[in-house]
């Protein structure tokens, strides 16, 4: 049986249950197969400590059948690779947000010496008939890095956010070589359907390939196998969870805390993407047109601190921190405060009870490649008595959950509006809803995801063995 080789530009040690969906899902592919997973040690190591770029110390751990091996990155290399060009550039570019990026040249050059240096550290340890699996948008250009040291060995990629149409990815210097570097992996895939289109209309007029079929595309001397995997969650977990000591605790703290109310919840990292000012803006709306919701509905938002070392991420934080201010000042009352507002984490086992008090789930992000707190939250509802999600129609969820209340994020009224109507759903309706969304979350989850996309590589025609691959 071939080993597993993931290769993400974070990881999580499988043997700690507290990990999230991803890491859980890969977690468990790797402890059955006995596998490899390479990443970012997550230290930065400055120059006086011997940290050249592109050169990284190397840390092997054991976990179980899981052989972890991370490596760590330079300030300089961190500073271009990591805050420059994925999360100044390809970040803001891939979730339509032209205006938030920093197109600074020199930020491509650490890109792609990182990949550079993930390709050098991991080829040596890889064997022939490893099955090998890269994560996302930091390491786009690795498979084409491991071709170059003349690893022949089947590789996939998934990518987690979304691909934006082909006019949006042309305003990124190097998009030609971006989207090129994807043909030398054998299969890649999308969160959605639209995701995987944007990518077929992009190699058709960009790259001129060839369409052979079955999602086959044929370009720069190689075949690649595209298609939409839209990752789920790991739904027996997050019943688990909920029936589990934490998760009924903060369920019943929730439910006496709040016993006179309806609650709200939404549930972020802090970022641009996830339209939390606009999702406030239309719980004020809510609020200014609606009085019976006043003393009657609270909003829990948490916000988990995200990359606060990127600019646009501090802009968005007092952004939030006064909106959520002016609610309260504005409409609270000495017994009711509209928005409770936490800037943290909040421990895994807790969420699902968290969810499960609330009536209402508001998932409203400008773009998202699919987003698993809307899964997450169906997931832990009381079938008998289900809360409503609320759901931007430009998360990749939307596209295989319309059961939920669609809505149209920069929309503040039209918003406000469909918040109300969740409030108001009569129980048989919200009973509907929650049945058809369930039954989907079920049956396209975590482990379908994996074992999907591995199926899908195992398959993929080799046929490339041996042609030279372009160098970028
Ligand atoms: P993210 O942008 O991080 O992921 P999301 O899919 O919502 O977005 O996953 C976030 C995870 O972190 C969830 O499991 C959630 O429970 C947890 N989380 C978020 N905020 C939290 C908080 N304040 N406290 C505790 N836990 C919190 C990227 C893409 C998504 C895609 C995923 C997976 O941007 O579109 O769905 O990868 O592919």
New binding site residues.
């Given amino acids: 049986m071939s080993r597993l080789v993931v290769v993400s530009n974070r990881l999580a040690d499988p043997r700690k249950t507290a990990a999230?969906?991803?890491a859980v899902a890969l977690a468990e592919v790797l402890s059955n197969t006995g596998g490899l997973w390479f990443g970012w040690s997550g230290k930065i190591v400055e120059a006086a400590d011997g940290g050249v770029a592109g050169e990284g110390a190397m840390h092997t751990q054991q976990a179980g059948p899981v052989k972890l091996v991370t490596v760590d990155l330079s300030r300089e290399d961190h500073n271009s690779f990591y805050l420059g060009y994925s999360n100044g550039v390809l970040w803001p570019v891939f979730h339509y947000r032209l205006d938030l990026a920093d197109f600074d040249a020199g930020y491509i050059a650490g890109y792609r010496r990182v990949n550079q240096l993930f390709a050098r550290k991991l080829a040596p340890m890889l064997r022939e008939d490893d099955i090998i699996w890269i994560h996302d948008y930091h390491l786009i250009p690795l498979a084409a890095e491991l071709r170059a040291l003349g690893c022949n060995q089947r590789i996939g990629f998934f990518l987690?956010?979304p691909l934006p149409p082909p006019l949006i990815l042309a305003a990124i210097p190097g998009h030609d070589w971006l989207i090129r570097a994807l043909f030398a992996y054998d299969v890649v895939g999308f969160q959605s359907k639209s995701d995987h289109s944007h990518f077929c209309e992009y190699v058709q007029t960009e790259a001129h390939a060839q369409n052979l079929g079955e999602g086959r595309w044929r370009a720069f001397n190689r075949t690649v196998q595209a298609g939409a995997f839209p990752?789920g969650i790991d739904v027996d977990e997050f019943n688990t969870l909920t029936e589990a000591p934490e998760g009924r605790e903060m369920y019943e703290r929730m439910k006496r805390e709040y016993s006179r109310r309806k609650l709200l919840v939404g549930?972020?990292?802090l970022?641009y993407s996830k339209g939390l000012p606009q999702r406030m803006r239309a719980f004020r709306e809510l609020l200014a047109r609606n009085p019976e919701t006043h003393n009657s509905a609270t909003l829990i938002q948490?916000?988990?601190p995200s990359r606060e070392d990127v600019s646009a991420y501090s802009d968005i934080l007092h952004e939030l921190e006064s909106l959520c201010g002016s609610i309260n000042g504005n409409f609270g009352e000495l017994d009711w405060m509209p928005v409770r507002y936490m800037h943290?984490?909040?421990a895994?086992a807790r969420?699902p009870g968290l969810y499960r008090a609330s009536s209402v789930a508001l998932v409203t992000p400008l773009r998202?490649?699919?987003?698993?707190?809307a899964k997450?939250f169906i997931a832990s509802q009381n079938p008998e008595n289900p809360g409503v999600l609320v759901l931007s129609r430009f998360a990749?969820a939307a596209e295989q959950l319309p059961e939920a209340l669609l809505v149209n994020p920069y929309d503040t009224e039209g918003t406000a509006s469909s918040i109300n109507m969740a409030l108001q759903m009569p129980l048989e309706e919200r009973r509907e809803r929650y049945e058809a969304l369930m039954k989907t979350i079920r049956r396209y989850d975590v482990h379908w995801w994996c074992d999907t996309f591995l199926d899908t590589l195992a398959k993929a025609k080799a046929e490339e063995t041996g042609t030279p691959w372009l160098r970028l």
Avoid: C, K, P, W
Wanted: glycine fraction near 16%; proline fraction near 0%.
């Fill in positions: 999230g969906g991803l987690h956010i990752i549930v972020d990292r970022d948490i916000a988990s943290r984490t909040v895994r969420l998202d490649g699919m987003n698993l707190v997450e990749g």
